[in-house]
């Protein structure tokens, strides 16, 4: 839902701080890959109790996550980048959750799971209608160039992101909070799907 919004204030230093990248030799999937490795460390960070410490490569995870984009818009953009940006993407989406279920299973297990579920059928709803989208040449600039369609929804990157900052902030509200999360996700798959119809019905 806010995606449309932060792009207009991310994007114009992002896309400088691409072309500075660029013009130094550094790849668009070298930022992916670092965005990854530092995604994947807030989340061991997590799992270990390091909640509060974890909020540094998350957040600089996330920046890596936007300004590979810029790199690649500033040298030259490719499928293959953009299908690593969103496996990559859908790693540290997964990566957290299973952290906070490590940190204390007995508490989060549950809420875990459903969280877990709730992103992984809002996942299929999106790349489902990317694929549709590909298959009729539609495009978007909305939320930025992408390798991929991007359909908006109720909950979409940034929503997830500051979800993610209340729970390292919140560790203990994480089983509530997870469920009020994953049902707007269901919510924001279930609207997706409904607009699919709609659109390639």
Do not use: H
Not at 12 to 21: F, I, T
Not at 68 to 92: E, Q
Not at 96 to 107: G, K, M, Q, R, S
């Amino acid at each position: 839902m806010l995606d449309r919004v932060m792009r207009r204030v991310i994007d114009p230093p992002l896309n400088r701080m691409g072309r500075a990248l660029a013009r130094r030799g550094v790849g668009a999937d070298s930022v992916t890959l670092a965005g990854l490795v530092l995604g994947l460390g807030a989340a061991v960070l997590i799992a270990g109790g390091a909640t509060l410490l974890a909020l540094v490569p998350l957040l600089l995870g996330r920046l890596a996550d936007g300004l590979d984009g810029a790199v690649a818009r500033a040298s030259r953009m490719t499928d293959v980048g953009g299908y690593l940006d969103i496996t990559a993407d859908f790693l540290f989406y997964g990566a957290v959750p299973l952290a906070f279920v490590i940190l204390d299973p007995a508490a989060n297990g549950v809420a875990g799971a459903f969280l877990l579920f709730s992103f992984y059928v809002n996942g299929a709803s999106f790349l489902g209608y990317a694929i549709l989208a590909e298959k009729r040449n539609m495009t978007t600039q909305a939320r930025g160039a992408k390798s991929l369609y991007f359909t908006g929804g109720l909950l979409e990157g940034t929503e997830t992101i500051a979800f993610f900052v209340v729970l390292c902030l919140w560790p203990q509200w994480f089983g509530p909070l997870a469920w009020i999360f994953g049902v707007l996700c269901l919510v924001t798959a279930a609207s997706r799907v409904l607009l699919a119809r709609k659109v390639f019905g």
